[in-house]
């Protein structure tokens, strides 16, 4: 008989929408981190570190690169032969078939890949935070307390809390109550989104929310089981955790890693992180070349001056180019003499010559304020800069862009380009 | 496929030093996040023969653990597969691999149980890109017996006097042979790539048995080239052994060239290794790189210049690394000082250390400390 003790379900399906143009062609989890990584492969590792070999991925949004990147599993040893990684996009039923309308529903519409492994525990992640965690901690905690939900929690800064979905516990650690978002929090315990259920319980909650239109763990799920008595507790995390949901927030976890000593150490032979590794090759650092303060990926080459930054693999930073405080992702190409400050650049893009990026005084994006802030310039995947214009800060820009597309060779700060 | 691969990994040479110590040659780090042995492995890989063994004998436990798992080189497959044949004791047979004909005798079985039609022999301290299919359709256009692969080096560089040196007619067939030579009487050198039909191989290895010959380019090479028709096939792309100090030295800096680096690294094909699951590479203020390679997992605080600077390597501040070689592994404590040496791999530098070597003579280092947790 096949038999697990616990599963892992990741939630990869989401746009995050808040990474803006980052995300037009690819989920959140498939965002690149770090110069080498991808965000998935935080939960993915942390799975294989705590001792989880059987994982299902649910996948909805754009998941092409998700797929190539998992494969079968080998990076992180999910390459099984009962279990390892599976994923789990939506299907075609024979009646009331349905995209995954939420987390809870998603879950609830692979059942059947659950059920085949006899688990006793499911644990319940998402792909959108960089962190490290021994869920097998976590499950010790969950047995020992004898709960039915255990739900780690995060202690987030007081005057950030309301911000948050917050619980309130008992001196020992049961949770009383719940709240979403509240103007005067009375804890600042955030939900982090990972819940250890039971099996039965999972199973009979979800069976009886069924009907749920977009059925959500936070807003239906953990609420029908707190009101039926259930015993649901508070594990609360102490690590490094990152929400890496925003621009702004994406932009500063990378930065971190920069420190001499970051909080979040890549570096550390304990709890390795694994991903797909496509390039190989070392780098190449060329006699005039600058560095300080960076991160750099494989088979990069700088022939320019880059500091504090975090470059990707495959990288090409050609002669006279300046790259500061920027995250620049594989194969992107920045070329002679172009000039970047505070951006965002995804995979493959082509920065012409003597472009300049982050200039001019700080404007309110006129496109989407909330989410191209904080001075950035955030340039999609597969774009193309022409030469010799200059970017302004707040900016948006994804597609083949060419010289027409920037009157005076200018694009003003919170101006957009979207292709 | 029509082939399978044997790859002869087992020799030792004491012109690489105390580089050998801990592993065989075909186990060298080469340019960076690369063995010697990746070289030929890919091109195994990217002639598509699926079916390889590799033949180890000296201090193959570095080389072993390489070739730990094949699917870095795409070889796990359910027809064919990467094979490792480090001698044993047997009934019949209780020694060592006396030469590589005998090596090749010891494993006649394997040669025997496949059925592809053709065998290429290659060696593992070679450093170049090659298609063995093209070698084969040579092999069998002209109805060879046996095709040896050659380059032509320049005097510069490498002493060919190390290497087998031939001599071919208008039509490539090779009607002088000579094995390390006092003098090079051409240019044109062996890179000890084989190609041969299997049944051919499997009664050449048991007539030089029975003679109690054992190396296969004197007993068999040298000693056939009249009597079987024995054709050259000139490879005219990037090719260097790094089989002594001076040549792994050369070989490693040829690599801050741009175009040795975009033949290897950017042109297709591409050249597998063991992925080590390392995070990217760290600069911290202070760090000053030019015109060096940077492999994963380092962290540099110091100035590195012309060198080769292998993975997970830490260089501590204030230190100076010129024109030289750190292998994998390797911790170089504050305020250090490196100037043209090789320094081995897992050595553990203290703050202060000072090595420097000549331009003719580069220095291996070779530390024993104990390195403390920081």
Known sequence: MIKKEMIAMLLAGGQGSRLGVLTSKLAKPAVAFGGKYKIIDFPLSNCINSGIDTVGVLTQYQPLRLNQHIGIGIPWDLDRNIGGVSILPPYEKSQNTDWYTGTANAIYQNMEFMEYYHPDYVIILGGDHIYKMDYELMLEFHKKNNAQITLATYEVPWEDASRFGLVITDENNQILEFEEKPANPRSNKASMGIYIFNWEVLKEALETLSEQPGCDFGMHVIPYCHQRGDKIMAYNYQGYWKDVGTLSAYWEANMELIDIIPEFNLYEEFWRIYTKTDVIPPQYFSADSKVNACIVGDGTEVYGEISNSVIGAGVVIEEGAVVTNSIIMNNTVIKKGAKIEKSIIAESVEVGENAELGVFEEAENKYKPKVYSGGLVTIGEGSVIPANVKIGKNVAIVGKTTAEDYPDGILASGESIIR | ?374
């Open chain 2, 1 to 374: 496929m029509k082939s399978i691969g044997i790859i002869l990994a087992g020799g030792n040479n004491n012109r690489i030093g105390r580089l050998s110590d801990k592993r065989a040659i075909a186990a060298l780090p080469v340019a960076g996040s690369y063995r010697a042995i990746d070289f030929t492995l890919s091109n195994m890989s990217n002639s598509r023969v699926s079916k390889v063994a590799v033949l180890p004998q000296f201090n193959a436990r570095s080389l072993n653990e390489h070739l730990s798992s094949s699917k870095w080189w795409d070889f796990g497959r359910k027809q064919g597969g990467l094979y490792v044949f480090t001698p044993t004791v047997t009934k019949n047979n209780n020694s060592w691999y006396q030469g590589t004909a005998d090596a090749l005798y010891q494993n006649i079985d394997f040669l025997k149980k496949s059925h592809e039609p053709y065998v290429i022999i290659a060696t593992g301290d070679g450093v170049y890109k090659m298609d063995y299919g093209k070698v084969l359709e040579a092999h069998i256009a002209k109805n060879a017996d046996i095709t040896v692969v050659y380059t032509t080096l320049k005097d510069t560089d490498d002493d060919l006097t190390r290497f087998g040196v031939l001599k071919l007619d208008e039509n490539e067939r090779i009607v002088e042979f000579e094995e390390k030579p006092l003098v090079a009487s051409s240019n044109n050198v062996s890179i000890g790539v084989y190609v041969i039909r299997r049944r051919h191989l499997i009664e050449i290895l048991e007539r030089c048995a029975r003679e109690d010959r054992h190396d296969f380019v004197q007993d068999v090479l040298v000693r056939y080239r009249n009597v079987r028709k024995i054709y050259g096939y000139k490879l005219d792309t990037y090719w260097r052994n790094i089989a002594t100090v001076d040549s792994y030295f050369k070989t490693n800096m040829d690599f801050l060239k741009k175009d040795v680096r975009d033949y290897f690294f950017k042109q297709y094909p591409d050249v597998y290794s063991k992925v080590d699951d390392l995070p990217p590479a760290k600069y911290n203020t202070g760090a000053e790189v030019k015109n060096s390679i940077i492999s994963s997992g380092c962290i540099v605080n110091g100035k590195v210049e012309n060198s080769i600077i292998f993975k997970d390597v830490y260089i501590g501040n204030n230190c100076t690394i010129k024109n030289s070689i750190i292998l994998n592994d390797v911790y170089i404590g504050d305020d250090s000082y490196i100037e043209n040496c090789i320094v081995e791999s897992r050595d553990t530098l203290r703050p202060g250390t000072n090595y420097v070597g000549t331009d003719d003579e580069v220095k291996i280092v070779i530390e024993k400390n104990v390195r403390y947790i920081l």
